[in-house]
């Protein structure tokens, strides 16, 4: 826009004062103020699913279980652990009290999906089998974009994962050829 920004008129309105207030008025108390992972909301989306397969990768390895990362984001899966397609995805709680895992594909040529959830002082996860999935054992499935087929959204409430500290022990009993 040639000549912005442009000196403004003097007003007795403090217009950004009104802006400032209007969003405080609908900007509810933030679960994350001080907590010990607020820095994980301030990161943007691509790199939270990033970091989230990070630290899945890095957990399993600590815990003495095989994992290769995906050399790029175009390959068909995220990571394998134990020899295993896993497509890992990543949400952090929102202030109603769950997480939204998003562009859950059918498509792709994973065997479980690993769902981690990012909390204020914690980390849980779940995982399921892709059939179970498919067969609505996870949850209801909800498209991402009204008329297409190809993504869908995932919603958990907090009280449906798991503590990380048990990710291991499920990985060692779930995860199979």
């Known amino acids: 826009m040639p000549g912005w920004p442009r000196r403004m008129e ?3 309105i403090e217009i950004l004062q009104i802006m400032r207030d209007v969003i405080r008025d ?11 992972l607020e820095s994980y909301r301030h990161v943007g989306m691509t790199n939270r699913g990033a970091i989230g397969e ?8 600590e815990n003495g279980i095989s994992v290769a990362k995906s050399e790029n984001r175009t390959d068909p899966t995220d990571m394998t652990i134990l020899g295993v ?26 065997k479980y999906l690993l769902c981690l959830g990012v ?9 399921w089998r892709k059939g179970d999935i498919s067969e609505g054992a996870a949850g209801h499935l909800v498209r991402m974009a009204e008329g297409q087929s190809i993504t869908f959204k995932l919603t958990k409430k907090l009280s449906d994962m798991l503590p990380v ?13």
């Not at 990070?54 to 390895?61: N, T």
């Open 26 to 36: 609908h900007t509810p108390e933030s679960i994350w103020k001080n907590s010990a």
């Open 119 to 127: 909390c204020p002082n914690a980390i849980v996860f779940n995982g």
């Open 10 to 12: 003097t007003s007795s």
């Open 165 to 177: 500290e048990e990710l291991a022990q499920w990985i060692r009993l779930n995860v199979r050829h």
């Open 54 to 61: 990070e630290f899945v990768r890095r957990y399993a390895e």
């Open 85 to 110: 397609p896993i497509e890992v995805k990543t949400a952090s709680l929102g202030a109603n009290g769950t997480f939204q895992f998003n562009h859950i594909r059918h498509d792709k040529a994973y």
